[in-house]
């Protein structure tokens, strides 16, 4: 793994671990993190050929910000609650397409982008399911924040009236669970052993 690699999948940990303590805030920042990486790409897509090597980052740095920051004043305006419950999350978004910029991820076949947003999304959102169902007991708590409704304090369905687990909601639950998820893909995925016939067998 080089660095370039280590980097990206560090910025990936940190809304991974974050901005899934509930559903609305992993579903918001997967959202806008679709939104500005495909207006980066194809942005940068038409600038690329028109730009000399040595100011590709400069320029792919300032797109990014330039992006990222025009996403985080939509959001702002669309519903404040949400801006300000993601915090400074959603600016590692400009991070995160700097260095998918310079691993290639966007010269890569799209079935292949999509494939690798997807997977991100799909984590993103099953860990912000996970932690809200077993920190708060709730399912869907303030989801009206993404459709800008006039109802911000709608706290979901309540499925249990004492609350839940708060460490699941904290980075240390969040670190657990993942960890958790990942064993279990990994032993779920695991080849079984093929059973050894008698011939097969090696006597001393």
Known sequence: ????????????LAPLIGATDSLVTALGLWLMFIVVVGAYGMSMGAL????????????????AATLTGCAELV?????????????????LIA?????????????????DRLRRGGLFGAL??????????????TLGGHLS?????MQPDWQGWV???????????LAPGGFILLGLLIAAHQAWTRPTPSP???????HP
């Open 1 to 12: 793994m080089n660095k370039s690699s280590t980097l990206q999948n560090s910025l990936m």
């Open 48 to 63: 690329r050929s028109r730009l000399i090597p040595a100011t590709c980052l400069p320029a792919s740095v300032l797109l």
């Open 75 to 91: 959001m702002q305006a669309w519903s404040l609650q949400w801006h300000q419950h993601l915090g400074f999350y959603a600016g």
């Open 95 to 111: 991070l995160q397409c700097v260095v998918l910029e310079h691993n290639g991820f966007f010269q890569a076949p799209w079935p």
């Open 124 to 137: 993103m959102v099953g860990l912000g399911l996970l932690r809200e169902l077993i920190g708060s007991g």
């Open 145 to 149: 924040w993404l459709a800008g409704a």
């Open 159 to 169: 499925l249990t009236a004492d609350g839940g687990l708060r460490l699941a909601t």
């Open 196 to 202: 050894t016939s008698p011939e097969e067998t090696h």
